[in-house]
């Protein structure tokens, strides 16, 4: 059964920081890209983060670069995304996403997480 479970989401003040962790299981984790999407209120899902299945590359949204961080353990298959300098509007649902694609220039997210939490006051 394949399962896709993240935590470290909660309520932090803007300035402050959290850590996601997304646990994989069920699947071969070092086959596949792994991403971090995040989805606000009334809004629609978008594109967070994404590492690669060596970790050799990563990819990130504008609104976040050099503010978070994608990280991957290939032993333990679990992918962490590490927010920093976190605002208000970094509020969302933060769910992992694996992506099956061969290639790097192409994208298909065939598992998803439920998502976890994370409120960011002002």
């Known amino acids: 059964q394949v399962q896709l479970v993240e935590t470290g989401g909660g309520l932090v003040h803007a300035g402050g920081s959290l850590r996601l962790s997304c646990a994989a299981s069920g699947f071969t984790f070092t086959n596949y890209h792994m991403a971090w999407f995040r989805q606000a209120p009334g809004k629609e899902r978008e594109f967070v983060a994404r590492?690669?299945?060596?970790?050799?590359?990563?990819r990130y949204a504008d609104s976040v670069k050099g503010r978070f961080a994608i990280s991957r353990d290939n032993g333990k298959s679990t992918v962490t995304l590490q927010m920093n300098s976190l605002n208000p509007a970094d509020t969302a649902v933060y769910s992992c996403?694996?992506?099956?694609?061969?290639?790097?220039?192409?994208?298909?997210?065939?598992?998803w997480g439920q998502g976890t939490q994370v409120t960011v006051s002002s």
């Open positions: 590492i690669s299945r060596g970790a050799g590359m990563t």
């Open positions: 996403a694996a992506d099956s694609s061969d290639s790097w220039f192409r994208t298909n997210y065939k598992y």
